[in-house]
């Protein structure tokens, strides 16, 4: 009994230790390295590769033996016409055509490099209709519609539509293109391949824009785009057919950059439209637009728009060159584009955003170039400097007088943005002495019941309203704005009659919170309440040296700053000759005759010297009877 223990014993420890050769896994691990995944992608691509082979192959094969059946019937029947002959002729042309094209996608399969955003059309319409089964995953994807038809005649020749559903407009299609080719006497024509294509483009359906597409990376474009794409069997060429229909929001009110007076129209999210609302307002053969592909996989168009003539080249060149070095997958929307295409993406932004086109309209006529992203409702203009942030349109609206007081009331609301917390605070903690008297003793009176610290009292409210501004921000409708108003007023009160707070710092804060939304571009009033805080820090820690060494570094990162070139504080630093971008001036200022001259135009007079003639002019009489 024991012995047979101590064997079994034996036995199982020789199993334990005994080499096994690996088996296969039957559960499912994800590669975890990179050379893992590699390896397990390389073998995905070489089965789905033999596959694809084997089914181009496979059609060919077909159309052959379809081919020799019909010769086999007219050589036992004996009866050979003119017309049996032309047939033949053709689809043994046809195969040659496919024969030639299956010899390269054969190489390229087996080199394991076949790449289908990039091969050409294929004259067989089973091989088109793999490839963008193939591309678009089909018939999982249920987006794409694939429609198939044939011209009838003596020689019936097919076609096959595709495109995805939700972006045509379908009544176009069908008015416009299907029955139109419904009714086209074909066998009348006797035409084939480009032939045939060549008659459809320029005298059945030249109305819709049709385009010849050769490659099937024009053909994915195309079709993501919104356009419908036409195969026709025999035809190295596909047409590519501008039916989009899809709903997008129309020519709206601007919401961010209000005014009392001048144009109300803001962009919304298609592209063309937006450019569209630009060339509205700007009337001239020299306004250009260039169009460029962002992302690998989810491709949009971004428009760089310009004033030939009066743009200076080397800018214009400089951003094209960043646009296209922007080599990523996808684009979500012109905000992080703008910081792809930035010298710093820390802090102040370098181009201007705006949802207004008679902003970018005034803003071409400079020399600035701008540029929008498809589905976003914002314009980007560069090159800026810091002045600009504070403009808005309704200055040139308005009268000198009133335009001036404006512009110098949002500078006043950057100062006080910027150093109303910090020097309060400095003022409290370290320069007391500086504080009139009566003030002082108020302020004393006020802090004796309140039980945190200067600092964290302003934080703490600072928070608060922060807190305030972004729920009105997130909460829909009309109600956002009572919550602000409320919340701000019951949050407060509640805050001095409990003893938190003081009232003079709760009047500290609510003046800051103000002053900040004074400056018209939002991503640069975001930056300056970031400020707010490091400012508020230092003045805590070393009184009023601290506040002026973080003005000092804001200083530094500011003259370092370019956008396309173009110094942030010019045109004082470096100083410049035109000085209109601070303030506003009168017309008839000298330096309102020139364009900015830290943008170096080709064209820098912006009017003539004798732009309103009618003053030297003589008043007109009252006609003698």
Known sequence: MEQNQKGSLYKKIFEYIQYKPKTEETTF????????????????????????CLSDVTNGIKSLSEVIELAKEKCASGKWTKEDIEILKIRLEMLEMRADELEPIILAYEHGNMDRGRISVSSSLLENKTTIERLYHLPKNKDIQTREFELKGKIPVKMMLNYIDGMVD????????????????????????????????????????????????????????????????????????DVKGYKSRGIGKAEIEKTTRGSQ?????????????????????????????????????????????????????????????????????????????????????????TERPDRVVA????????????????????????????HNPEDYEMRLPAAMFMRILRYTGLLLAFFLPSIYIALVLFHYEAIPTEILLAISGYRQFVP??????????IFSFELIREATLRVPGQLGGSIGIVGAIILGQAAISAKLVSPLLVVVVA??????????????????RITQYAMLLSAAMMGLVGVSIVL???????????SLGVPFLSPIIPKTSTVTDILRVPNSYENDLWRPDELNTERV???STASESWREEKPTQKEEE
Request: aromatic share 10%.
């Open 29 to 52: 691990v994800l590669p975890e390295t990179e050379e893992e995944q590699w390896i397990a992608y390389n073998k995905t691509k070489a089965k789905a590769s033999v596959l694809d």
């Open 170 to 241: 379908k009544q176009l299609l069908t008015l416009a293109l299907l029955q139109p080719l419904m009714l086209f006497e074909y066998e009348k024509e006797g035409l084939i391949g480009e032939t045939l294509t060549d008659k459809l483009v320029n005298n059945l359906i030249p109305h819709l824009q049709p385009l010849k597409i050769t490659t099937y990376q024009d053909v994915t474009k195309s079709i993501n785009a919104g356009d419908c794409v036409l195969f026709i069997e025999g035809s190295k060429e596909a047409l590519g057919i």
């Open 265 to 353: 129209a803001a962009f919304a999210e298609a592209l063309r439209p937006n450019t569209a609302l630009i060339h509205a307002m700007l009337q001239s053969t020299n306004l250009v637009t260039e169009l460029f592909p962002l992302g690998k996989v989810n491709a949009k168009n971004c428009a760089v728009m310009y004033v030939d003539g009066i743009v200076n080249e080397t800018a214009k060149k400089e951003l094209i060159r960043r646009i296209k070095g922007v080599k990523r997958d996808d684009v979500f929307d012109a905000g992080s584009f703008s910081q792809m295409i930035s010298d710093n993406k820390l802090q102040f932004p370098e181009n201007l955003s």
């Open 363 to 390: 803003a071409l006529m400079q020399g600035r170039i701008a540029f929008m992203v498809d589905g976003d409702p914002f314009a980007y203009i560069a090159p800026v400097n810091l002045w600009d942030f504070f």
């Open 452 to 461: 945190f610290t200067s600092v964290l009292e302003l934080l703490m409210m």
């Open 511 to 528: 003046i800051t919170g103000l002053a900040s939304y004074v400056i018209p571009e939002y991503r640069f009033g975001f930056a300056v």
């Open 552 to 562: 000092l570094l804001i200083l530094l990162e500011m003259v370092g700053l370019k």
């Open 605 to 607: 007079q912006r009017k």
